[in-house]
């Protein structure tokens, strides 16, 4: 089936470091989202995306839609060890259709 | 509001055995969808709901049924249950008019078949 190419599979950095993280497809998606899950809990949504070029923040969060519409990345600034989890993207190619399509995340682990 | 609900939070099934996996909603959503999560594959939509009465599959449908008769509850039966069956399985939900892919996830069950 359809996949979105997430990089990287996992990090293990420093507190206060940057990090930057991506998702690539083949093909075209309307909507990315960026979502956060810690262990033992569901999904959580950080950042939507809804157009191609949007630059969109949250916090130390920002990601961006990239103008081919065929990749977004994800930048976490100044990390803190809460920023441990999964992080995946997720794309939808037509609009209200209520059917993502998830990367398959990227471990961060943040050394205090 | 208690957002996404599931039930159970665990459950250990024997090969064959049937279940149904619950879930429930409290924000008057129309869309609803189940998802599996296998590690290193990400989530995978199993089946989706675009309101009360409509279903529709999706990447990984076989061995699941689902039905949707009220817009709060959409269950998902393993008629006849598989080692491969063995996942974490989310519900989520989101409003379906404008930004209807901002999906609320529900925090999951945890099935193991035998």
């Known amino acids: 089936g359809q996949q979105l190419n997430q990089s990287p599979q996992s990090m293990f950095i420093q507190e206060g470091e940057d990090v930057s993280m991506n998702c690539t497809s083949s093909s075209i998606f309307n909507t990315w989202l960026w979502y956060k899950q810690e262990p033992g809990e569901g999904p959580v949504l950080l950042i939507a995306l809804y157009k191609a070029g949007e630059l969109t923040s949250n916090g130390r969060l920002t990601a961006q839609f990239g103008i081919t519409r065929k990749d977004s990345f994800l930048n976490i600034s100044a990390s803190i060890p809460s920023d441990v989890g999964i992080y995946f993207c997720?794309?939808?190619?037509?609009?209200?259709?209520?059917?993502?399509?998830f990367g398959q995340g990227t471990t961060l682990q943040v050394k205090p | 509001n208690a957002g996404v609900t599931q039930t159970p939070k665990f459950q250990v099934l024997k090969t064959g055995q049937s279940m149904t996996l619950q879930c429930a909603q409290d924000m008057n959503h129309e869309y609803m969808s189940w998802y599996r999560q296998d590690p290193g594959m990400g989530l995978r939509l199993i089946h989706y709901s675009v309101g009360a009465g409509i279903t529709d599959q999706g990447e990984v449908p076989n061995g699941y049924n689902v039905s949707r008769s009220t817009t709060e509850d959409f269950p998902l039966r393993l008629l006849s249950a598989a080692p491969s069956q063995t996942s974490v399985y989310f519900c989520?939900?989101?409003?379906?008019?404008?930004?209807?892919?901002?999906?609320?996830f529900g925090p999951g069950t945890r099935l193991t078949v035998l």
């Open positions: 997720a794309g939808q190619r037509s609009s209200n259709t209520g059917k993502l399509i």
């Open positions: 989520a939900s989101s409003p379906g008019t404008g930004r209807s892919d901002t999906q609320y």
